[in-house]
């Protein structure tokens, strides 16, 4: 058995009154609360090593250097990756996925095809529509059906030796959906097309095996993951990232420079143009040895009890609609009270103490799909309790009888 309580007091930001209450904090998905060992990794930099990597002869600025890339050997580890050059530190899933799509304007052409998902987060859709528009190529889309699953079947019709890319995203960030991706890269293989996954709601609540997955990009952030914000990760497979164009050219991601010309490094810091997120990168792994301490498969399993418990008591409440109903679902309920604006909830709720999101969680063509303006919607964490459920479920009741 997990004792919750002995995580939450790694927490100190939980430990505090809103509105005279105890703060619930239900918004995991937009980002998750950060434990004392990490902040702690931060203010140990700036007390003990701050100086630029990479750079100097110094010993502070080695010894900066050494921490962050045995950070990126442990995440390397963590998701098992191949090799740490495949791990690059970026600011976070939607620098990511730029950093890819940017690339492929130098390699798409009219007639390719790019496919996402009818799931995906804006930032998963808008960086692929910029690379078509700039290139001619054609932007197409896996489909959804109303329990938000990702119409598979439809996938052998869409899949072509035109696909370039295919870019869906790991968990739904607005319905919870865990989609089939290992089908996915398999499927997108066969036609030699390449894969990213957006990791962002996964990496935080699931064990990520790369190698057994085997996608060509996947990318997260930091902030989701107990970690810093400003902070996220690109793994690419080695050989296709030494050959894309880079992002952002600047000191560190360079070979040879003149005033002509220059040559590329090789990845990683062929795509870490400038001064990184130095802190941060290292208190990404502390974040990633937190996740470890616990076990990712007890936060999943703690997680998928609290979405269990939560649903049932939603469902009992009455007047409650669902939105995201697959059976293989994370720590995810987007749901709207019948005949109330999601965003007069979330507003009562705050004033109870207890932290949601409303609106379109950066998804509207998911809002589209079903008719909607927004949801409400929670997230869970490790720290989140039963108990905090009751609560919350308690002020539904009141929100109920004032919006009613
Ligand atoms: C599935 C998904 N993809 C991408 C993002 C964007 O992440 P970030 O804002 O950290 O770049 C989010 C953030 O909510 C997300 O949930």
Known sequence: M????????????????????????LDNGATSQTPQVVVDAIANYYQTINSNVHRGIHTLSQRATIAMEDARVKIQKHLNVRSEKEIIFTKGTTDGINIIAHAMRFILK??????????????????WQMACEITGATLKHIPMNNKGELILESLDSILSTNTKIVAVNHVSNTLGTINPIKEIIDKAHEYGAWVLIDGAQSVPHMKIDIQELNPDFFVFSGHKAYGPTGVGILYGKENILNTLHPYQGGGEMIKEVSLEKSSYAETPFRFEAGTPNIEANIALAYAIDFINDIGIDNISKHENDLLDYATEQLIKLGDIEIYG??????????????????????????????????????????????????TVRITFAIYNTFEEIDIFINAMKRVKTMLK
């Open 2 to 25: 997990l004792d919750i309580n002995s995580i939450r007091v790694q927490f100190p930001i939980l430990n505090q009154k809103l509105y005279k209450r105890d703060l619930i904090y």
């Open 325 to 374: 109903n697959s059976e293989n679902k994370a720590g995810v309920i987007s749901f709207n009270l019948k005949g109330a604006h999601n965003s007069d909830v979330g507003s009562i709720l705050d004033k109870l103490g207890i932290a949601v999101r409303t609106g379109q969680h950066c998804t509207q063509p998911i809002m589209s799909f079903f008719g909607i303006k927004g």
């Open 110 to 127: 009219k007639g390719d095809e790019v496919i996402i998902s009818a799931l995906e987060h804006h930032s998963n859709i808008i960086p």
